[in-house]
């Protein structure tokens, strides 16, 4: 199956506009389609898991733990956290590579920073 990605509250939305923009047939929800701005990062783990979607986030301070968490009990499809600093360029090239060269089931209860 193809990667599907959903960003986090926190992901910065020209990464989104930007990798949809270049390769218009990815599967990317943003924070508010998937009504996850405001939630805690459990519920935000549950509702990608719940559609399938790898989470894209910046969070590198909280979201490792409740990810550790949440593997505990159950599957995730994985979690990608892109650097604050990355430029914005580079992330897109990153997510673009994961999405054209690797399927969904290589994620599985990975969080792997990027870039690769």
Request: no cysteine; proline share 5%; hydrophobic share 50%.
């Amino acid at each position: 199956m193809k990667v599907r990605f959903q960003a986090d509250a926190d992901l910065n939305e020209d990464i989104v506009l930007g990798l949809v923009r270049r390769e218009p047939t990815i599967d990317f929800q943003t924070a508010s389609e998937a009504k996850v701005r405001g939630l805690l990062d459990p519920m935000v783990l549950v509702r990608a898991a719940q559609e399938a979607r790898i989470l894209v986030t910046h969070d590198r301070r909280t979201m490792p733990h409740h990810f550790a968490d949440f593997t505990n009990e159950q599957n995730s499809p994985g979690v990608l956290v892109i650097g604050q600093n990355l430029p914005i360029g580079i992330a897109i090239e990153e997510l673009l590579l994961i999405w054209a060269a690797s399927e969904a089931d290589e994620w599985i209860n990975l969080i792997v920073d990027l870039p690769l």
